[in-house]
């Protein structure tokens, strides 16, 4: 959990990530999630935690992993507070469910606005249907107002919350029956062993 100022809302100044234990390459989501929190570019980013923007980069592109120790001291430099926890391991439902994120996440990267209308249209048709889960359908509509990067942050987060997150996801309809085909088989072949 990060957390800055009491000037900013609950929702953008607290990130709560849970990874299961040894998973440290997921580290990397930290720093962009990190950098996202902040609002500056890369070179900021870079200033304001005493390393390279290269470094950054390559932290954002996962082609290189920051210890805990670097981005405890990437919190610290920003008046900010690290804080791991740890969940449960996701279930055979969860992993599925994030399998099909990770393609919607791709679909988000490479033309958002297509996938964010769609969901958002469906987001307003559950809202109808499902009054009593109006706390987590207000959360997804929160989430769908953010930058591209900060949403797909959020869906592919491991977390308690992100888990029961997308169990209710307006994404429904993004991926095509052939994609969902694909994804299940893959996750079967590497899941159901």
Known sequence: MFRNNPGIQPESNTVV???????????????????????LTQQGFAARV?????????????????????????????????????????????RRSLEFHKAIACKLRNDPRPAVNRAEKNLRNLLQ???????????????????TDDLVARILDTGLLARDMRQISPFSGILNPQERSQILKKFRKAYDR
């Not at 470094?55 to 405890?72: D, G, L, M, Q």
């Not at 109006?134 to 997804?140: G, K």
Request: hydrophobic share 40%; net charge positive; aromatic share 10%.
């Open 17 to 39: 990530l849970i990874y299961p234990f040894g998973y440290i390459n997921l580290m990397v989501n930290l720093v962009k999630i990190l950098r996202s929190q902040t609002g």
């Open 129 to 147: 249907l499902h009054p009593h889960a109006d706390a987590l359908l207000l959360r997804w509509k929160s989430w769908l107002n953010q930058p």
């Open 50 to 94: 005493q390393t390279s923007q290269s470094t950054v980069a390559a932290y954002e592109t996962e082609s290189k992993s920051p210890t805990i120790r670097t981005v405890n001291r990437f919190t610290s430099l920003l008046g900010l507070e690290l804080v791991a926890s740890f969940a449960p391991a996701m279930s055979r439902e969860d």
